[in-house]
């Protein structure tokens, strides 16, 4: 079975980028995701549980004081790991499925700050920059401007996207499910 048809499959190709996937050598194909938010866990267990149809379940996390979403499945596992390996096929995907991806991947490695000079940004970060660059080249679709930037010494590329009527424009296109993100947006006032 193919999850590719499923728009839920792409926003958790979004969030894989800060999972742990993997192939167990004793439990099998696992995803392993941890976030310091229950509430966003709490948005992603029921796609999880829609796509793979059994129950997935919210823990504390063991070594520090986070929450984790942890399960094994051989097929959905496979498909998110070749998405990560090979992001350049979410470039051939329909827009709403972009979407998604693009909401996922915010979700998860993603942040919505205020600058220095009192102006909100939101970021994307990853250390492979075919992956941010597919990231601009889909926003630019959507009529989302971004930029990115490589700070010096680090190895972590940052998508930023500034200007208040941007960033209105990315939170109105981008189906965000993060609540803390969600809610950190909205008190821009845009």
Request: with cysteine; glycine share 4%; hydrophobic share 35%.
């Amino acid at each position: 079975m193919s999850f590719f048809h499923f728009e839920s499959f792409w926003y958790l190709c979004g969030i894989a980028e800060d999972a742990y996937i993997r192939k167990n050598p004793i439990k099998g194909y696992e995803f392993d995701l941890d976030s310091a938010s229950l509430g966003w866990l709490q948005h992603v267990q029921p796609i999880l549980m829609e796509l793979i149809e059994k129950e997935v379940r919210i823990r504390p996390h063991t070594n520090r004081p986070h929450f984790r979403l942890r399960f094994f499945h051989k097929d959905l596992v496979t498909e998110l790991w070749e998405i990560k390996e090979h992001p350049e096929i979410v470039r051939r995907i329909n827009p709403s499925s972009q979407k998604q991806y693009i909401a996922g991947f915010f979700d998860a490695e993603g942040s919505a700050t205020i600058t220095g000079t009192n102006q909100p940004m939101l970021s994307m970060y990853s250390t492979r920059l075919d992956k941010i660059t597919i990231l601009t080249d889909l926003l630019d679709n959507f009529y989302i401007h971004s930029g990115v930037y490589l700070p010096e010494g680090r190895n972590v590329y940052q998508l930023y996207i500034t200007g208040r009527d941007t960033i209105r424009e990315f939170a109105m296109t981008i189906p965000i499910r993060h609540p803390e993100k969600r809610e950190k947006i909205r008190l821009y006032n845009l």
